[in-house]
């Protein structure tokens, strides 16, 4: 269902702003390099914030030896007091969003082999669920620890139907967005990106919906078979999702895969970047009317220089709450 319809229906807090008795419940507690410094423990009754970054220098490098000290985030143009800092600690739910469309068949063996070895690297307590899409998108399998189950499941499927890449990607979001976060939340979708079908959601809904659900997309682009008559209709078809846009706004990368022979180490290397993402956290008082979204800058301390020059933040842009 759409976020306006979940908003009616449900009156907790959504996105990036959780309430930290939910956040840190009773099987998920922040690690205590992460606690509120001042008092060793998160403060319950008020909302947290929690945002995830990866800083690259000008040259694309990755920024990792960087400390709470060194970031800067605002919100609604205010800077906010970080009480929340953590690097690969907090544990991960990763929705795997897998193109089954015509052009994807031959690649699904070579993909079941990549997902064996990628999703191994991550931690026993992170948890993997997956969907597909064609024609139409769907759950197939509910997030579990059991990451050689999700990677089986790949090799059984059979290709075939339209490129629903709209719904794909809202149906993940819609799946953690009705259910309390457990951790960190990562949709990754692998596709050869050529959508033939528009689905029922636009790019505005879209990213309201991943935003809202507090999911930065990452996006695998496999090669697919795509014949030029193919790719000249998909290039005509209007409402198809703006994958660089949902990327750019929720803070996500993308890894372009540009022969199959790579498709292991690059996979890989997505999942190594999801894990060391930098996690920042801060207490809100936002109380913004329901649907208004609060803006989100995240930023260096001003010695390294101007953001977007000197360096660049790959952040999602703002959350909700309610």
């Given at each position: 269902?759409?976020?306006s319809?979940?908003?009616?229906?449900h009156?907790?807090?959504?996105?990036?702003v959780?309430c930290?008795s939910?956040f840190?419940?009773?099987?998920?507690?922040?690690?205590?390099?992460?606690h509120?410094?001042?008092?060793g423990v998160?403060?319950?009754?008020?909302?947290?914030v929690?945002?995830?970054?990866?800083?690259?220098?000008?040259a694309?490098?990755i920024?990792a030896?960087?400390?709470?000290e060194?970031?800067?985030?605002?919100?609604?143009?205010?800077?906010q007091?970080?009480?929340?800092f953590?690097?690969?600690?907090?544990?991960l739910e990763?929705?795997?969003?897998?193109?089954?469309?015509d052009?994807?068949?031959?690649?699904l063996?070579?993909?079941r082999?990549?997902a064996?070895?990628?999703?191994?690297?991550?931690?026993?307590d992170?948890e993997v669920a997956?969907f597909?899409?064609s024609?139409?998108a769907?759950?197939?399998?509910p997030f579990?620890k059991?990451?050689?189950e999700?990677?089986?499941?790949i090799?059984a499927?059979?290709?075939g139907?339209?490129?629903n890449?709209?719904?794909g990607?809202f149906i993940?979001?819609?799946?953690?967005?009705k259910?309390?976060?457990?951790g960190?939340?990562?949709?990754?979708?692998?596709s050869?990106?050529?959508?033939?079908?528009?689905g029922?959601?636009?790019?505005?809904?879209?990213v309201t919906?991943?935003i809202?659900?507090?999911a930065?997309l990452y996006?695998?682009?496999?090669?697919?078979y795509n014949?030029?008559?193919t790719?000249?209709a998909a290039?005509m078809i209007p409402?198809?999702?703006?994958?660089?846009?949902v990327?750019?706004q929720?803070g996500?990368?993308?890894?372009?895969?540009?022969d199959?022979?790579?498709?292991?180490?690059?996979f890989r290397a997505l999942?190594?970047r999801?894990?060391?993402?930098?996690t920042l956290g801060?207490?809100?008082?936002a109380?913004?009317?329901l649907?208004?979204?609060?803006k989100?800058d995240v930023r260096?301390?001003?010695s390294?220089g101007?953001?977007?020059?000197d360096?660049?933040v790959?952040?999602?842009?703002?959350?909700?709450?309610?």
């Amino acid at each position: 269902m759409a976020i306006s319809k979940f908003w009616r229906a449900h009156s907790h807090v959504l996105a990036l702003v959780v309430c930290a008795s939910v956040f840190a419940g009773a099987t998920f507690r922040l690690p205590a390099e992460a606690h509120n410094q001042d008092q060793g423990v998160i403060r319950v009754g008020v909302n947290l914030v929690l945002v995830d970054a990866t800083v690259k220098t000008k040259a694309g490098q990755i920024m990792a030896d960087l400390k709470r000290e060194n970031f800067e985030v605002r919100e609604d143009g205010v800077e906010q007091k970080l009480e929340v800092f953590s690097r690969d600690e907090l544990p991960l739910e990763v929705a795997l969003v897998l193109d089954l469309s015509d052009s994807i068949g031959p690649f699904l063996g070579p993909l079941r082999d990549a997902a064996t070895t990628a999703l191994a690297a991550l931690k026993p307590d992170d948890e993997v669920a997956l969907f597909t899409f064609s024609t139409e998108a769907q759950l197939r399998v509910p997030f579990t620890k059991d990451k050689r189950e999700i990677a089986n499941q790949i090799n059984a499927f059979h290709a075939g139907g339209a490129t629903n890449i709209n719904d794909g990607i809202f149906i993940a979001s819609e799946n953690l967005l009705k259910t309390p976060p457990k951790g960190r939340r990562v949709i990754i979708l692998i596709s050869d990106d050529v959508g033939t079908d528009a689905g029922g959601q636009g790019t505005r809904d879209i990213v309201t919906e991943a935003i809202a659900a507090d999911a930065v997309l990452y996006n695998l682009k496999i090669p697919g078979y795509n014949p030029p008559q193919t790719l000249f209709a998909a290039s005509m078809i209007p409402g198809l999702v703006n994958i660089r846009k949902v990327i750019d706004q929720t803070g996500g990368e993308l890894f372009d895969v540009q022969d199959v022979a790579h498709l292991d180490p690059v996979f890989r290397a997505l999942i190594q970047r999801i894990k060391t993402r930098y996690t920042l956290g801060y207490y809100t008082n936002a109380s913004a009317a329901l649907g208004k979204p609060h803006k989100l800058d995240v930023r260096l301390a001003s010695s390294f220089g101007k953001k977007g020059r000197d360096y660049v933040v790959l952040s999602k842009n703002g959350f909700y709450v309610h």
